[in-house]
């Protein structure tokens, strides 16, 4: 199935196909482009300054290094304004109450961070895999080594979580990634621990046990999602969803109902 996909699949292709097949062709056949929304910025920032955490050296006293010199009492706040991108807000008002909301998303799990950074092993790790004669690739947020033979997943999420099925294709998007990763030398055979981790919420979502059957319906998705992009299938109905869409004004599905 290679020469289907002049790009490999992601994680939001498949996902963007499972929420509306037509957006997903109008998206990436057709290459509409996405309007620039405020959340997607403040997504963007929100994992840079996690990021820049995560390859920094936590030092026994307790402080960040990125390199000879402790990050912190640096503040976060001066961290955020260097990664802070400030595309598609209304308005500065609307701007700096998101960013009041970063900072403290950011220092309620900060606790939380500094007691698992060590396991840290890679963050923002680019990974690729053929799922069945499917290329795939992602960018993994943080891979955590738990124990000898033992793997942490993690993604972040900045959005809260809408309804049950965006939880579950959260779940789908580490086991994705956990099953690019057992394709490599390094992570083969090893188990895995699927983690999402909702920042908005400090909450985790994890699964340990049932990673691997998780692991296993994933590839089952992927081939049948990946069969019907390939076989030319962007059948879909409209809806409620239609109401929230970038794409509306160009969409035949809409325009017609
Ligand atoms: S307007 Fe509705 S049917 Fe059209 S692409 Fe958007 S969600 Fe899909």
Known sequence: ???????????????????????????????LEEPQHWYFSYGKSVHAVLEKLLTCDLRQDGLFYPDGDALFPVSLADLLDESWSSSGFSSP???EREKRRALRVLSAYMPVFRSTWQQTMYAERVVTASFRGVPFTGIVDRIDRVSDGTVRVVDYKSGRPRHAATLSLHR?????????LNQSLEFQGSHFILQTYYLRENL?????????DCMTQ??????????????????TRGGRKCFSCDYRSACTVFRGS
């Open 218 to 235: 994933s590839l089952v998705f992927v081939e049948r999602t990946a069969r019907k992009i390939a076989s030319g299938d962007f059948r």
């Open 172 to 180: 789908l998007q580490v086991a994705l990634y956990a099953s690019a």
């Open 204 to 212: 985790k979502a994890e699964l340990d046990d049932g990673a691997e």
């Open 1 to 31: 199935m290679d020469d289907t996909f002049a790009e490999p699949l992601s994680y939001s292709r498949l996902a963007t196909y499972h929420d509306c097949p037509k957006r997903f062709e109008l998206r990436y056949v057709q290459k």
């Open 93 to 95: 008002m609307q701007e």
